[in-house]
């Protein structure tokens, strides 16, 4: 069974430019999440959907980022414009049903604000 | 304010020891307790968890304890291996799993 897919798996880009991150779930999976960690911090949820509609994006920085889940299927997570403070690992995780402990973390996207 | 605390930024035992990694918490509504393993360039992977109405839940070389009234949960790891240096977060979440947080970690090095 394929794991979730996540790409890029690095990026650098300069303050104030824009950037997106793509997370393809495990086949099957109807809840996906988005993760931020922090160097030296654990993940911090930023937005949970279920199918294509969110559930929980209490801690997402709507000012600047926004996520969508088209078809409930693949989901994009962008951030514009960045600041320094975003350079994290953005994981992407999926469940087959809406139970933490049935998460399945992809290998995370690191990006760097210069 | 961080709701999940580990305050081992790093812990090192020999193999076939005990490892013992702690957790404490400071939501009194937090309900259900996750760990959660990570090597480098990789995302966590589930580990074991235990429910507020148990003390103690038991999986192979892996048992986490709750002590409710301390508001403390730890993860005894018996043998350690060497298989076993990662980073391991704690997290917990409410009954419906709703206020879901990560603790920052403990980076565990088992030495052969």
């Known amino acids: 069974e394929a794991g979730v897919a996540q790409s890029p798996r690095y990026k650098i880009i300069e303050k104030r430019q824009s950037v997106a991150f793509w997370c393809n779930p495990i086949s099957g999976h109807a809840t996906l999440y988005w993760y931020q960690q922090i160097l030296g911090q654990g993940p911090k949820l930023l937005i949970q959907?279920?199918?294509?509609?969110?559930?929980?994006d209490s801690q997402l920085p709507k000012d600047r980022f926004s996520a969508e889940r088209l078809k409930g299927v693949d989901s994009t997570l962008k951030i514009q414009p960045a600041k320094l403070e975003d350079s994290a690992v953005y994981l992407c995780?999926?469940?087959?049903?809406?139970?933490?402990?049935?998460?399945?973390f992809g290998p995370g996207t690191r990006l760097t604000v210069l | 304010d961080q709701q999940v605390k580990q305050n081992s930024p790093s812990l090192s035992v020999q193999e076939g020891r005990i490892s013992i990694l702690n957790c404490d918490y400071t939501n009194s509504m937090f309900d259900y307790f996750l760990w959660y393993k990570k090597y480098p360039a990789e995302g966590p992977t589930f580990l074991i968890s235990i429910s507020s109405i148990k003390d103690k839940n038991e999986d192979g070389r892996f048992t986490v304890f709750l002590n409710k009234s301390a508001k403390h949960l730890s993860l005894h790891i018996v043998p350690s291996q060497p298989g076993d240096s990662a980073v391991y977060f704690c997290?917990?979440?409410?009954?419906?799993?709703?206020?879901?947080?990560f603790g920052p970690g403990t980076r565990l090095s088992v030495l052969p």
């Open positions: 959907f279920q199918n294509n509609g969110v559930v929980d």
């Open positions: 997290a917990a979440s409410g009954a419906y799993g709703q206020n879901f947080v």
């Open positions: 995780a999926s469940s087959l049903v809406a139970i933490y402990n049935e998460q399945f």
